[in-house]
């Protein structure tokens, strides 16, 4: 009996389109999810930049008049602002907090109400944080049934993001 050569290269035609889509389900489909997160995080990160550099800016921090908004309503509103707009971005929360800073030892303290007593510059530094909260959708999800709960792939990625801005107007902080 004769033994009949054949080269091995037809089996790499007929296996390429298999490799080929299981390279593009496993590495690129989560590739293009996870930069669609990235590139909206990005937003989340300068809303709260902007909103807190917003709100620092205020002549008071919770008491709002309708000529002059309070810092925390500021921080609120530049946050659905700047996100209201975008897609897949949701805006769960929305807080303002005042960082207090001694100059001596650097210890920080925080408070999320109006101060009590004068600042007092000599001693410390104030600084107003806003913390945003939110849930990033990927550009495409996939079955949960199929893969589980994954953040960014199969669910929405939570997302809290918090930016620092020094007050312009101390005594604002009292009202």
């Known amino acids: 009996m004769r033994s009949i050569y054949r080269r091995p290269k037809g089996n790499s035609i007929v296996e390429l389109p298999f490799v080929l889509w299981t390279i593009l389900l496993v590495l690129f489909y989560p590739l293009v ?28 921090y919770s008491t709002s008049t309708s ?37 001596s030892d650097k210890t920080k303290s925080t408070t999320k109400t109006k101060l009590t007593t004068p600042p007092n510059l000599a001693a410390n530094t104030y600084q107003l944080q806003v913390n945003i909260d939110t849930s990033v959708d990927p550009l495409m999800k996939v079955d949960s049934q199929v893969f589980g709960s994954i953040p960014g792939i199969t669910t929405a990625y939570n997302l809290k993001v918090s930016q620092r801005h020094f007050v312009e107007n101390s005594q604002g902080l009292m009202r």
């Open 67 to 103: 000529a002059d908004p309070s810092a925390q309503q500021l921080a609120l509103d530049t946050a659905h602002l700047a996100l209201d707009t975008c897609d897949g971005i949701k805006l769960n929360n929305v807080e303002t907090e005042i960082v207090i800073t001694k100059i």
């Open 33 to 60: 999810n996870y930069a669609t997160i990235a590139i909206r995080s990005g937003f989340v990160f300068h809303a709260a930049q902007t909103a807190a550099l917003t709100a620092s800016k205020a002549r008071s």
